[in-house]
């Protein structure tokens, strides 16, 4: 199977083929997160990252399908994040525009002003962090702690 999940991740990043990115991340919800080490490391993520991206653009223009976008995508990059230490770098600086990591204030209660008003990737999701939906305000919430590596099973920092 997971020679079949490649051919369908690692097609071009082009819109007739979104959607079928987008299912077979639904399916990847399956697979447990070490099988994705079989996986070509890089590409996988950019795959996942470019999927991340659509969901969170469709989420912003239809807020009502929110959950359904992009709670599939972030379980699975929060499960690969957990278990895979170096993916947790790669998305973060995928998420996270550079002059925010950049920052040295990195205050636990606010969120920085560059994400509040900012069109990244990071600033879309921190929208969801407050969520009336529990199951999409968990995801977003979760995958943030795990890329930045709140829980500090790893030596890297914010600003990695």
């Known amino acids: 199977m997971t020679i079949n999940f490649q051919k369908l991740l690692f097609l071009p990043n082009l819109p007739k083929y979104d959607q079928v990115k987008v299912q077979t991340v639904t399916a990847l919800i399956n697979v447990p997160a070490r099988c994705t080490e079989l996986f070509d490391p890089e590409r996988t993520l950019a795959s996942l990252i470019y999927v991340l991206n659509i969901q969170a653009d469709a989420a912003t223009v239809n807020e009502e399908i929110a959950s359904e976008a992009l709670t599939p ?10 278990a895979i230490p ?28 560059e994400l509040e008003n900012g069109n990244s990737l990071a600033s879309k999701l921190l929208n969801y962090m407050t969520s009336f939906n529990p199951a999409l305000k968990h995801y977003v919430n979760n995958f943030f702690y795990i890329i930045l590596d709140e829980d500090g099973k790893s030596q890297s920092s914010v600003t990695e």
């Open 73 to 82: 995508v972030l379980l699975v990059l929060t499960s690969i994040a957990q």
């Open 86 to 113: 170096r993916a947790r770098g790669i998305l973060k600086h995928a998420v996270f525009p550079e002059d925010v990591l950049r920052l040295k204030n990195k205050s636990a209660v606010e969120a920085p002003k």
